[in-house]
């Protein structure tokens, strides 16, 4: 029973609340003590770090629910046409320092807490990283997600709350070890629990044909049910009262009686068995880059996404009776294709629950569904075994059979009886295992296709959906993908802000980030020049206190810092990175005295996790260790060259890491990276960039200009001849050389690293590290000389960030709403 407020009613209410809450630093206060007390329910007058962190947050948490309460209130009176972006990953990293800023209270919150004897930087350091997503995908979601907020688009994201996110990685000799994410033990006071808000997820069980009405229908008897409870995480906007909702689901044993088991007398093993419907949300899938057969996996996916359509039905039927209006008010984003079983589960309510026709139901499915795809790697797409799908959604199998029949005659109509390509394009694949295509599924039931950068755009219309394009070219689209400045600069770079708005002359840029090209006309100015030198060199030494914290090696402030932080894949090609220092060590090992006092010193930096199950990825960590170990004890090399490598890479390592960088590496083989979108963060900080033309680089090479960056390697339309050619050529010597020492154990662990090796000689190097190495060095000698000219290098360095507007989220989002879900903003009233 809801309760409501009106006429005089709501007056009394707002005398009694006395209005919004306020955001000066004794109110704050007022709060954090109240919180210290009855929410964290410690003494006022003795409460530590975390204490003071959690009664902050919850003084900030209330300010965002007010927000929220009010965004959806308007949301609802407005009925605006939503967008729900559907995705199984979000890596929100932290939460206070985000929500501090968006709401413009950092200031107050830090004075407030001064005053009580805390230190608001020491406070945020205390929170853990939401990391509930693997890499550039989940983390681009979080980003989309505070762009969506910002510009006040009426939005929700809808996801799973994992209580183990991503593992973390420890290193013991070098090696990777993977320790669980317990990163709930601490409670998350983030998010709001639900528990009115939950839905029954059903798996198993058989279907039926019936009759009913005098009409035939296909009747689904599941054989088992899930709830999923409901956790809001309030994300708010920027310079706007909007705050918008992610929705994140947990599974929970569902409340109906195993009568069965109780009246066995079987008490225990009944209980027992309820709670192991929790395991659906336990874990996060690490990056296999494969999940064939992978039960859990299925079961997660259809969970989080029937949950988010019964929800989303829900809302849509509180306002309309007609799902031909569908359409008009409900855009589906797919996520990649790990949410794609939603078009499956939406035809299935509108048909079976909801009684349309097929033609009606098809019709809607086809104007609601929009999918972005974020690899160019075939093997990456995934796919269902068939059977392990009739197990677990036998319904939906039918459904997609059905779809999938339409679909090839449709075909057939179009291409005539062309039965290779008819199979190559079919959702299912057949085999001696037959599988369900998710990404075919997705294409098929979405209005528009989005690549990530304009080059993984082209590889999907020339060579990864070739098929599809040729059949609907217009469906084929592409955003760029982009980063939002407020949590890659604003909250990461809080120096490098002040000094942008200073000479701006102004704050706009955060939400309006073409301005920052203004700052090209003062790229030369000295005083420019110095300022921005003296920001760097802060952040430096706080990445260089990190460093030595960390891996115990102390690191020159004056040596340049060169980073290369991501997962750990074969085609980003962090091996070949290691090759490249070890032939600096090598070269600096060999030079006389006279020439050892021209180097320009390097600190290299490596982080990134390896999947768990990926051996040559893990080889790859090991062996930055084993070369780490040699030249940072090395009295011959001193402070002329430094490898570190950072364990436990993630959202809040990157925050420091980034701006401490003078230069950074993204140099996947081209061809390989859909986008990438670190190389995004480290040019709005100022720092440059060594890579290749691959992704979305070529895009940044547009807007910055390749003479401000160190750009190397074979271009994408020559990776395919290359690798045909790649068993007949000898690798240049210097390679063939550092790979030699690798392989003669130079560095130890001579059998360990065998296989490394080989996966690039012999006619195998399939990344073709040995065919763009000497290119690689050039380009790594062109930075050793900009870097010496420094006022070239910060010139450059200002052209970077001056330039990176167009990298911005908010820039993808604006691009997406107009050219594929079709909604507008809905701003609250200030
Ligand atoms: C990444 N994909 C792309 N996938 O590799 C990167 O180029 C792009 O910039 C980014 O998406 C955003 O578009 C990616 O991160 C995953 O993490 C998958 C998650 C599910 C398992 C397989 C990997």
Redesign the pocket.
Known sequence: RKAGFSGAKTERMFELMDGFLKNDPVSLQKDILHHVEYTVARSRFSFDDFEAYQALSHSVRDRLIERWHDTQQHFKKKDPKRLYFLS??FLMGRSLSNSVINLGIKDQCAEALSQLGFEYEVLAEQEGDAAL??????R?SACQMDSLATLDFPAWGYGLRYQYGLFRQIIIDGFQHEQPDYWLNFGNPWEIERVHVSYPVKFYGSVKEEVVNGKKCKVWIPGETVEAVAYDNPIPGYGTRNTINLRLWAAKPSEGLDIESYNTGDYINAIVNRQKAEIISNVL?P???S?QGKELRLKQQYFFVSASLQDIIRRFKDMHNNFDEFPDKVALQLN?T?PSISVVELMRVLLDEEDLSWKRAWNIVCKVFTFTT??VLPE?LEKVPMDLFETVLPRHLQIIYDINFAFMEELKNKIGKDYVRLSRMSIIEEGAVKNIRMANLSIVCSHTVNG?SKAHSELLKTRVFMDFYELWPEKFQYKT?GVTQRRWIVVSNPSLCSLISKWLGTESWIHDVDLLTHLKNHASIPELQHEWKMVKKINKMRLAEYIETMSGVKVSLDAMFDVQIK?IHEYKRQFLNILGVIHRYDCIKNMEESDRRKVVPRVCIIGGKAPPGYEIAKKIIKLCHAVAETINNDTDIGDLLKLVFIPDYNVSVAELVIPGSDLSQHISTAGH?????GSMKFLMNGCLLLATAD??TNEIIEEIGAENMFIFGAKINEVPKLREKESTIKAPLQFRRVVRMVRDGYFGFKDYFKSLCDTVENGKDFYLLGSDFTSYLEAQAAADRAYVDKEKWCKMSILSTAGSGRFSSDRTIEDYAEKTWGIKPCKLPL
């Open positions: 199984l990953e997503g693997n890499g550039g995908l989940a681009l899938y990056d296999d880059r999940y990649d790990h974020h690899t990456a990530v993908n997962r990276e859909a986008s990438g979108t992704g979305s």
